[in-house]
């Protein structure tokens, strides 16, 4: 089983519809978890932490459930900006400290007009 | 904004040869680390490094490749002889500054493309 897993997509939607992305993690005593996005041939910048309690960033919720050691992504109101490759991100344990990322191969987003 | 930067952008190098990507982290920042990215493909953990030694290495990471901080400035990843399998994006990231220890900040990437 892969340590993180995303649907490829691609997701194809209209400006201002509402996306979600799924991800799941194969350690479930892994640490932390992020949501990266990453732009055609750049690097990753990291959209958000994911915390247990759920959190959100203007347009975007990003929910973790450890028990079913699954994380999600919520984007509302999509901007043509948005079109992206977005990264399920997991730092496993007994990383000592140094916090290797783990990558999903990612979920690809188009935002169309 | 502080940022990573990379050199080079683009490297093009024939199979067997050495190369040397070098990043230059942001300033205050601990630890350092390199990903790669086949064209197509996730991102992958090759190297972390710490108070000038490996803290952990990826099977990827193999004799071939090397780390190191010569100046307390530049870290760099040195490929001994290069193979095809090489070819990929190499990602410089370093965390560790007095906020937000656990973001990695990504510079541009080096792309490597082995003849």
């Known amino acids: 089983r892969k340590e993180v897993e995303q649907d490829p997509g691609p997701f194809n939607v209209p400006e201002g519809a509402t996306v979600a992305f799924n991800c799941t993690y194969s350690?479930?005593?892994?640490?932390?978890f992020f949501w990266y996005r990453q732009d055609c041939r750049k690097e990753p910048k990291l959209l958000m932490s994911v915390y247990s309690s759920g959190n959100e960033d203007g347009r975007f919720t990003a929910q973790l459930n450890r028990a079913s050691q699954y994380i999600s992504l919520l984007i509302r109101d999509s901007k043509l900006s948005d079109s992206a490759t977005y990264l399920c991100?997991?730092?496993?344990?007994?990383?000592?400290?140094?916090?290797?990322?783990?990558f999903g191969a990612g979920t690809r987003l188009a935002v169309h007009p | 904004e502080p940022e990573v930067t990379q050199t080079p952008s683009h490297q093009v190098t024939q199979m067997g040869q050495e190369v040397i990507l070098r990043c230059v982290p942001i300033s205050n920042h601990l630890y350092f680390y390199w990903y790669r990215q086949i064209l197509g493909q996730k991102v992958e953990f090759l190297v972390s490094?710490?108070?000038?030694?490996?803290?952990?290495k990826s099977e990827i990471f193999d004799d071939q490749f090397s780390v190191e901080r010569p100046d307390g400035s530049n870290f760099t990843l040195k490929i001994r002889s290069t193979k095809l399998e090489d070819s990929a994006m190499y990602f410089c990231a370093t965390t560790g500054g007095l906020k937000d220890y656990n973001e990695q900040f990504f510079g541009p990437g080096t792309r490597l493309t082995v003849l």
């Open positions: 350690n479930s005593a892994s640490q932390s």
């Open positions: 490094f710490y108070n000038n030694e490996i803290s952990e």
């Open positions: 991100v997991v730092i496993p344990p007994f990383s000592g400290g140094y916090n290797k990322l783990i």
